[in-house]
């Protein structure tokens, strides 16, 4: 038996005094509840190359004491604090998880109660050490939840790898203003824009290194672009084109709703500075148009469509307020010819809402082609809000959906992995107020490739230094957007952009 890299982890362990000072656990009771952890970190599924899985423990405890140990019982690490935070070693932490890939470690959790010193075992949980890699870096928008105050809005990139991070753009720089979310497109991320909004606004637009500041609208659109989503090729990237309606709703337990008053798709060329317009889906009120996303070859745009419940009236928020109930979205596909920047002639229904129910938004396609995953919620286009929204998964082999389901996880604004076996979505599980990032394994089921039936892991929650950040980070975490490459451009080069050069018009 090979222990020594067990024993090895163990002494660096002991030499960073991890075991002395600290009090040892004695009269232990079991107990059959689960800890209280925060994040809750039991029994998931983690990619090896993840930062430490820092967690807390919740409640009236002062001290604890940790073991984890591999699938065959050799101890890997021991742990113990006085206090409720178990903050693991960086270098530690790797060099576990990479002697475990592919197996399971346990972990032993017993914690000293403040009030009478008592100490409690709880049941053993475990680490799945999954030997697909999550991407270094994930960027995301900070905003508070209400999305009505703007003054500390910023677009910060995160490594996943460890807890090192930067901001992207801060709206503190840039004249208070508002952003919409990055997006990456590439297999190396060397593709990714965001919508700097108002006057001196644009979209900041990052190809191949190079940082521009654009106008992407033309004579013949009717509103603004607004949700996006990249060609494989980074010549063109989808939009939607949405004059839209916040409002905030009466009952305690709804908060907003935005209303697509007038939305339709249009497609952005890079290499012409033109916007593409497609006859067959474009100025037709009766129906609105959102959430393009292209397919991983780039020959079919998905998006969602539903129709106007006033008919072919630009209806009003009061309008739509009282008609929210029937705006239901489908999800549907259009060819595109990236050649000739051209359009098909069809329109095909993949997920139909008045047959189905429910509605579909934010459609993202997995890099190798082979699932689509979306967000389906009771009714309406902003999901965030909606407590019964939850994430779908298709299976698709060719140009066919051979499988599609709905999972239980509340989750919305999702992205892929480049490997696509992870999803990271953001989620107010947590607390209902703040959203969070999670990451998702997926699973074929019995782990057989050809399985058209799928399922995702228990969702992990993005790794923090200090586990408490959660709690007193006052913004929600919005549209992450996984890259393996951090991108060439910081908040300094967005706020010279802004400041000092003008947007280039589109046609």
Request: proline share 5%; charged share 25%.
């Amino acid at each position: 038996m090979k222990k020594t890299p067990y024993i090895l982890l163990l002494a660096l362990g002991l030499l960073l005094g991890w075991t002395s000072c600290v009090p040892t656990p004695h009269d232990v009771v079991m107990s059959d509840e689960k800890a209280d952890i925060y994040p809750d970190y039991q029994d998931v599924t983690v990619p090896y190359n993840i930062a430490p899985l820092n967690f807390m423990l919740r409640g009236d405890f002062d001290a604890y004491s940790c073991e984890i140990k591999d699938a065959k019982g050799y101890t890997l690490l021991t742990l113990g604090d006085k206090g409720r935070k178990l903050i693991l070693d960086e270098y530690l932490w790797r060099m576990m998880t990479r002697s475990s890939v592919g197996k399971q470690v346990h972990v032993t959790l017993t914690a000293r109660r403040k009030s009478d010193g008592q100490w409690i075992q709880y049941p053993d949980f475990s680490w799945t050490i999954s030997p697909d890699s999550i991407d270094a870096f994930i960027t995301y928008r900070l905003i508070e939840p209400g999305y009505e105050v703007w003054d500390n809005v910023c677009i910060e990139e995160r490594c996943t790898e460890n807890f090192a991070h930067r901001l992207l753009a801060d709206g503190r720089q840039l004249g208070n203003r508002c952003m919409n979310c990055h997006t990456h497109g590439g297999d190396r991320g060397q593709y990714s824009f965001f919508y700097l909004r108002g006057e001196g606004g644009g979209t900041i637009l990052n190809r191949e290194g190079r940082l521009r500041k654009v106008t992407l609208r033309s004579p013949q659109m009717q509103g603004g672009t607004v949700y996006g989503d990249w060609h494989p090729s980074g010549r063109y990237a989808a939009f939607s084109t949405n004059v839209i309606i916040p409002a905030f709703h009466s009952e305690s337990h709804r908060r907003l709703e935005v209303y697509d008053t007038l939305s339709d798709l249009c497609v952005a060329d890079f290499e012409r500075d033109t916007i593409l317009l497609c006859p067959l889906i474009t100025n037709t009120p009766a129906s609105f148009e959102t959430f393009p996303a292209f397919s991983a070859d780039g020959r079919w745009i998905y998006f969602c469509s539903a129709e106007n419940p006033c008919g072919d009236t630009l209806p009003s928020a009061t309008e739509l307020r009282d008609k929210i109930s029937r705006l239901n979205y489908s999800l549907c596909r259009i060819a595109f010819d990236a050649e000739t920047g051209t359009f098909g002639t069809r329109v095909d229904t993949i997920r139909n809402a008045r047959l189905e129910g429910g509605s579909v938004s934010f459609p993202k396609c997995s890099p190798d082609g082979q699932y689509l995953c979306y967000t389906l919620s009771d009714y309406g286009t902003f999901p965030i809000w909606h407590r019964e929204a939850r994430l779908g998964l298709m299976r698709i082999e060719g140009d066919n959906i051979v499988a599609d389901m709905i999972t239980t996880e509340n989750g919305t604004y999702h992205s892929w992995s480049h490997n696509s076996r992870w999803i990271a979505f953001a989620s107010k599980r947590s607390d209902g107020q703040y959203g969070r990032v999670f990451f998702a394994h997926v699973e074929p089921l019995d782990f057989n490739e050809s399985s058209t039936s799928l399922k995702l892991s228990k969702p992990l929650t993005l790794p923090q230094a200090d586990p408490e950040m959660d709690d007193w980070e006052l913004r929600s975490y919005n549209i992450p957007d996984l890259s393996t490459e951090s991108v060439p451009f910081d908040e300094k080069d967005v706020k010279m952009l802004f400041e000092k050069v003008s947007a280039t018009p589109f046609h």
